[in-house]
C-alpha cells in the first residue's frame, strides 16, 4: 500500500490526491482521503484507481480542510472489498481519528483474540482495525496512546494519523516498509516514497526513522521520539528490486541507481553469455538492463511495446486465449527480437506464469535464444510484511530446482544476481548492508510470524 500526508495546508485534499497518484503503483484496489482541520473530520474512500475516485467536485467541495491523509490500497492479507479501503476514521473516547497503513501486523491475530475477549467488535478483516481498538482503549497524551499501542504490534507497519489538525507519522522498530518526511512551504509532508513528496512540490527531508513516532501541527514538528528500539533495521529489499518508484530515494541512493547497480553486478555475474541484444522486461526491468549493456557492452534494446490501459481485470482468459492477456499487456516488436540472442531482463520471478508467457510470444516472434535474467535472488518464501507474494507452495523456486525452471520456461539459461551483489547494489556505502530484510530469498525471517499471520 501507500499512504500519505499533508498538514497546515489550504490545497491538502488536492495535493494529498496528487500524492496517491504518484503512489499508485503501490495499490490499485482502492483509494482514500481522510480531511480536518476545519469542518469536522471526513473520509472518501472507493474501489478502483486514484483518477476515478478523486475528481476536482470531491476533492475542492467535499473535502475541505487543512491536514489530510490519504491511502492507496492493495490487499495482502484480508479481503479486498470497500470496508477494507483506508484510511479507517473511528470516533473514540479521544475524538475523531484516522489512521491509513502500508505493512502487515504479524501479531493481528494474537491481539485480536484479546480484544475480543474484552468486547471489541470488528467489522473488518483488515489487521488495521486492531491498532483503532489499541488506540480506543489506551489512556494519556496523543502521543503516549499511539505510543503504548504500536509497542504492542509486531511486523511491519508505517503509518500515517490524523486527529484535529495534528499529523503523525510512525514506522515499526524494524523499518520493513518505508515513510519519509518532507516539506513543502510551511506544511509537513509524510508519505511512503520522496517521490509523492516531489511530485507534489515539495523537498525530501530524511526518513521517519525506524520505531519513530513524529508529531506535527501547524507547519512544526512539535514532538519526534523513538517508542521502540529494535536490534537492528530490517528494511525490505524487495522495495529497491520492484515495489517503489525509481525516482524515490533509498538509502541515500535513487531507486533508479540501486538497479542500475544490480543491472552492472548481473553482468558482472553473466560474463560468460554472449548475446546480440539485452532487453528489459517492462518497466521494473528497464534500469537493470541499462546496467547490464553499459557493463557488459552489450547493445540495449527496447523490444517490447507496452499498454498501459490494461487492467487487472482482464487477467482470467480461457486456455485457448493464454497468450491474449501476455500479448495485450506486452507486445514484443519482431523486427527487434527476430533471429536474435537475447539477454532478457527482469526483476524477479514469483509464480513463474507470466515469464513463462512472455518467453513464449519472444519465440513466437523469432527470438533465437533467450538468456532470462533477474535482479534478485530465488524467491523461496512468502513475505509476512505486507508484499503480496504468495505462499510457498505457488513459488516457483521454491519448489523446483533452477534446471526444473529453465525447462518449465524454455529459456536458454537463467540468471538470479546474488544476494550478496543485491545488497551491495541496495546500499550507498558498505556500512549500511546491514539494515535490509531478504527472509523471501533465505527464508530467515527477522521476526517470530505466528501461524496465522
Ligand atoms: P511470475 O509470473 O513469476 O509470478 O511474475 C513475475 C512478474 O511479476 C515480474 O515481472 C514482476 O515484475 C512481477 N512481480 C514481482 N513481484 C510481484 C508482487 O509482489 N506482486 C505482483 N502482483 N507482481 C509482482
Ligand atoms: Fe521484503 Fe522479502 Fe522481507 Fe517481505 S520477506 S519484507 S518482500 S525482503
Do not use: W
Not at 8 to 21: D, F, P, Q, R, T
Not at 45 to 68: C, D, Q, W, Y
Not at 121 to 127: A, E, G, K, P, R
Not at 170 to 183: C, E, I, M, Q, Y
Amino acid at each position: 500500500c501507500g499512504i500519505i500526508g499533508i498538514e497546515n495546508n489550504e490545497n491538502a485534499a488536492v495535493l494529498a490526491s496528487a500524492g496517491l497518484l504518484t503512489l499508485q503503483h503501490r495499490g490499485e484496489e482502492s483509494a482514500g482521503i481522510t480531511i480536518s482541520g476545519r469542518e469536522k473530520m471526513r473520509t472518501f474512500k472507493a474501489m478502483g484507481l486514484v483518477s476515478r475516485i478523486f475528481n476536482e467536485e470531491i476533492l475542492l467541495n467535499k473535502l475541505p480542510g487543512t491536514v489530510a491523509i490519504g491511502h492507496v490500497r492493495y490487499t495482502t492479507s484480508s479481503k479486498s472489498s470497500l470496508i477494507n479501503a483506508q484510511p479507517f476514521q473511528i470516533n473514540c473516547i479521544h475524538g475523531n481519528i484516522s489512521v491509513a497503513h502500508n505493512g502487515n501486523i504479524t501479531n493481528f491475530s494474537k491481539i485480536k483474540e484479546l480484544l475480543l475477549k474484552k468486547g471489541a467488535i470488528f467489522n473488518h478483516t483488515s489487521d488495521t482495525e486492531i491498532l483503532l481498538h489499541l488506540i480506543a482503549m489506551s489512556k494519556g497524551s496523543l502521543t503516549d496512546i499511539i505510543a503504548n499501542s504500536l509497542r504492542k504490534l509486531e511486523g511491519a507497519f508505517s503509518l500515517v494519523i490524523l486527529k484535529d489538525r495534528t499529523l503523525i507519522g510512525a514506522r515499526d522498530s524494524n523499518g520493513f516498509r518505508p515513510l519519509v518526511l518532507g516539506k513543502i512551504d510551511n506544511s509537513y509532508i509524510i508519505s511512503s516514497e520522496s517521490a509523492a513528496v516531489e511530485v507534489i512540490g515539495g523537498k525530501y527531508i530524511r526518513d521517519v526513522k525506524p520505531g519513530e513516532i513524529i508529531v506535527i501541527e501547524d507547519g512544526q514538528i512539535k514532538k519526534s521520539l523513538i517508542y521502540k528500539k529494535t536490534k537492528r533495521q530490517t528494511s525490505c529489499i524487495f522495495e529497491q528490486v520492484y515495489f517503489s518508484r525509481p525516482d524515490s530515494i533509498m538509502f541515500e541512493q535513487t531507486v533508479k541507481e540501486a538497479r542500475v547497480k544490480m543491472g552492472e553486478y548481473l553482468a558482472q555475474q553473466m560474463k560468460n553469455i554472449k548475446a546480440d541484444i539485452v532487453m528489459p522486461v517492462p518497466d521494473t526491468g528497464y534500469f537493470a538492463a541499462l546496467g547490464f549493456s553499459r557493463t557488459s557492452g552489450i547493445l540495449f534494446e527496447n523490444g517490447f511495446v507496452r499498454n498501459h490501459y490494461v487492467g487487472r481485470s482482464f487477467i482470467k482468459p480461457s486456455q485457448n486465449l493464454r497468450n491474449l492477456t501476455a500479448t495485450l499487456k506486452l507486445r514484443p516488436i519482431g523486427e527487434v527480437v527476430s533471429g536474435k540472442e537475447i539477454i532478457l531482463i527482469d526483476d524477479s520471478i514469483v509464480r513463474g506464469t507470466t515469464s513463462k508467457r512472455l518467453i513464449n510470444v519472444l519465440k513466437e516472434a523469432g527470438a533465437k535464444k533467450i538468456h532470462f535474467a533477474l535482479s534478485c535472488p530465488t524467491i523461496i518464501g512468502p513475505c509476512y510484511y505486507g508484499i503480496d507474494t504468495p505462499s510457498k507452495e505457488h513459488l516457483i523456486a521454491a519448489n523446483n530446482s533452477v534446471e526444473k525452471i529453465i525447462k518449465y520456461l524454455n529459456v536458454d539459461s537463467l540468471n538470479f544476481l546474488s544476494l550478496d551483489n543485491l545488497v551491495k547494489a541496495c546500499s550507498s556505502d558498505n556500512k549500511k548492508s546491514d539494515v535490509f530484510c531478504v527472509a523471501c530469498f533465505t527464508g530467515k525471517y527477522p521476526t517470530k510470524i505466528s501461524k496465522s499471520a
